[in-house]
């Protein structure tokens, strides 16, 4: 299919452009006094995703999000929604962008997903080798769980001595997530952050069982107007790398929901792509959030699309050398407004029921007032009391001074 040049219906400024950004991922009010399942849920649906990691400098990747939005939630609220056993789950666990919890109603459009697994496509190759060259010991795998319910790895593997580090996992391990990705098993519960495997019709409800399943472009629709309503304001590659779709499938969807005007062509000041919205939307005249993102906050977990939108360059450094790290390892942006305006290195010290800032490195363009530095220790205070800690300023610097004056 040649390459979509929609003619553009409107244009916005790069400020309106930030401000469709930021009320669709759900900074757009005071953080509610107390969070109940309602908020919780409510949120999910807005974002779509929220990405799983094992880093845990401060607490895990998927909780990180909704406090950022929230406010001090109790994060048992998700837990119970992505690993109930009851009718409160509301969550399931697939590869979304990148290991993720998803709202249920996903479920069949990710279906596709699946069954490219099955055939060896769309998973890391190690995993499609593996899916090639161990079908015993997957058959084996699968009539264990459909035999004894929900199982982790630990409890079948074979293997002597301890792990290694990364993908060095037992041969049973890799064909339980092998089983995952071809959607013939999913996660039951975490205990820690261990993952429990079981078949999908004892974990998920019935109604998401047996739902439809869409074709393929109309699940690729799906996931497209649901990363676009996520977004806000989004270019073709960003809307593919919501879910981490394909090139060539995203703009054969993308077509469609252009002409039946699902989305609607956009200009933004400063891009050189084409960049769609839902319907006609309404710009907020401003918007006045603070928050610290995690770096797998679906606000900034593009990196292109971070530094276009907000002009701030932002890289992971967990695996750089400390000695090579411009930043620090766990780095957090911190939103005032509508801006990035600085950097925080932050870690929680629990056995010193600290929340440690390491470093602070304000933006060169910014502007840090009495107004941004009091939101910044606000911002910090929250942060620390959802995690049960007290801040202390590790650091020293003409920011952590102010703070520390205050």
């Not at 069949?108 to 080798?129: D, F, N, S, T, V």
């Not at 806000?232 to 919501?242: K, M, Q, S």
């Amino acid at each position: 299919m040649s390459a979509i040049a929609p003619a553009v219906q409107r244009r916005f400024s790069l400020a309106q452009a930030r401000r469709l950004a930021l009320q669709a991922q759900g900074f757009t009010s005071r953080s509610p006094a107390r969070v109940d399942r309602g908020h919780l849920r409510r949120l999910i649906e807005r974002l779509g995703v929220l990405q799983i990691d094992s880093v845990n400098a401060l607490a895990r990747a998927h909780y990180l999000p909704l406090q950022a939005r929230l406010g001090g939630y109790p994060s048992a609220l998700l837990d119970e929604a992505a690993w109930s056993t009851n009718r409160q789950r509301a969550l399931f666990e697939h590869w979304g962008h990148e290991a993720s919890l998803m709202p249920l109603s996903l479920y069949p459009a990710m279906r596709w997903r699946m069954q490219r697994a099955r055939e060896g496509l769309g998973i890391y190759k190690h995993l499609a080798r593996f899916g090639e060259s161990h079908r015993d010991l997957i058959g084996q795998v699968l009539r264990h769980v459909e035999r004894d319910g929900a199982i982790r790895a630990g409890a079948i593997t074979t293997r002597e001595g301890p792990a290694g580090q990364w993908w060095d996992w037992s041969e049973e391990k890799t064909a339980l997530e092998w089983l995952f990705a071809a959607g013939e098993v999913t996660v039951a519960r975490r205990v820690g952050f261990e993952r429990y495997y079981d078949l999908p019709e004892r974990v998920l409800p019935r109604r998401v069982i047996e739902a439809p399943t869409p074709s393929p472009l109309e699940a690729h629709r799906t996931l497209l107007t649901r990363a676009a309503r996520a977004m806000g304001v989004a270019t073709e590659r960003d809307l593919r790398d919501y879910y981490r779709l394909t090139p060539t499938a995203t703009r054969d969807a993308l077509a469609t929901l252009i002409e039946d005007a699902t989305l609607t062509p956009v200009g933004v000041e400063g891009w050189r792509e084409t960049a769609y919205v839902v319907g006609n939307p309404r710009v907020p005249r401003r918007l006045a959030a603070d928050a610290l993102l995690s770096p797998f906050d679906s606000l900034i977990w593009y990196r292109e699309r971070t530094e276009r939108l907000f002009g701030f360059r932002y890289r992971l450094e967990f695996y750089v050398p400390a000695h090579q790290r411009v930043y620090g390892y766990y780095v957090m942006p911190f939103l005032h407004h509508e801006r990035l305006i600085a950097r925080l290195d932050l870690r929680a010290r629990r056995r010193e029921g600290s929340l440690a800032v390491l470093a602070i490195h304000p933006e060169p363009e910014a502007t840090f007032d009495d107004a941004a530095v009091a939101a910044l220790a606000e911002t910090l205070d929250r942060l620390a009391d959802w995690l049960g800690l007290d801040v202390c300023l590790a650091c020293e610097s003409p920011l952590s001074q102010q703070l520390r004056s205050r």
